[in-house]
């Protein structure tokens, strides 16, 4: 009796609840809003963009090796007359990252554009386009990791922070290895093998992203920001053997691959 009017006064079971209306339970991953990917070539343009106004709004001086390590070598190179400190004299560093802006200073002789402000705002402008690259990879890379919406974020980080804003359209060896150092690492983690225990990609997503060419590609790299700057072996002998560890064809790997481009 005393049940029966227990239910009496509950009345009849409430409908549920409308979906979204008092509803606090999270949503399940299927209802999950679906980030938007972003085109790559607009990724690229909105960072070309970017650093070309930071190289151009970046008006001081930073370190002297931005002149020692690149400028004044490259003007030694192009116009047979620049400051060498006692490292180039001794042979203790490469002369591929100041080539590049030897042949930069060298176009613009020949377009009769070497003016002092030419010559000065053009070797950061074409380090611009270096950090674009930078950024876009970055993109990419963190998108291969983990997601979407992470690459957009870390995108987002990369160019709001003061320091890459202050450093990275600058002549210094280490902004042209940070590039590569980051394009190299994208297309190495690219190239992981799906059916690897650990893994810092996904199988799903190693499975769907994986090119035969790209861990060629990524050791390319390697070696172009080794000959840059040598200091950074030592990234690249980390990656190289946590990689040659878990690899199941190390011959191939070491005889066909690594010691060709090294």
Not at 77 to 102: Q, S
Not at 114 to 133: G, N, Y
Not at 247 to 257: I, N
């Amino acid at each position: 009796m005393s049940h029966r009017r227990r239910s009496q006064v509950a009345g009849p079971p409430r409908p549920p609840p409308e979906e979204g209306v008092g509803d606090f339970s999270p949503p399940s991953p299927g209802k999950a809003r679906r980030v938007q990917p972003w085109p790559e070539r607009r990724v690229l343009a909105l960072a070309l963009a970017f650093r070309a106004a930071n190289a151009l709004l970046v008006r001081t001086y930073f370190n002297p090796d931005e002149h020692w390590q690149c400028l004044e070598v490259a003007h030694r190179i192009a116009f047979g007359y620049g400051h060498l400190t006692w490292e180039w004299k001794r042979g203790l560093r490469g002369y591929l990252h100041p080539l590049i802006f030897a042949a930069l200073y060298k176009f613009l002789a020949f377009l009769h554009l070497d003016t002092p402000w030419f010559m000065a705002m053009a070797p950061r402008l074409l380090q611009s386009v270096f950090a674009a690259f930078g950024d876009l990879y970055l993109y990419k890379l963190s998108k291969l990791i983990f997601n979407e919406h992470v690459a957009q974020w870390a995108l987002f980080s990369q160019l709001v922070n003061w320091f890459m804003f202050f450093c990275i359209t600058r002549t210094l060896s280490n902004s042209l290895e940070t590039v590569l150092t980051v394009a190299g690492l994208y297309y190495w983690f690219n190239a992981i093998d799906s059916s690897k225990g650990i893994s810092v990609v996904s199988k799903q997503q190693t499975a769907s992203y994986q090119s035969p060419q790209s861990r060629k590609m990524a050791l390319l790299i390697a070696a172009l920001a080794c000959a840059v700057r040598p200091t950074s072996a030592i990234t690249w002998l980390y990656v190289g053997l946590l990689d040659f560890i878990q690899t199941k064809s190390k011959c191939q790997l070491l005889f066909l691959e690594v010691i060709p481009l090294g």
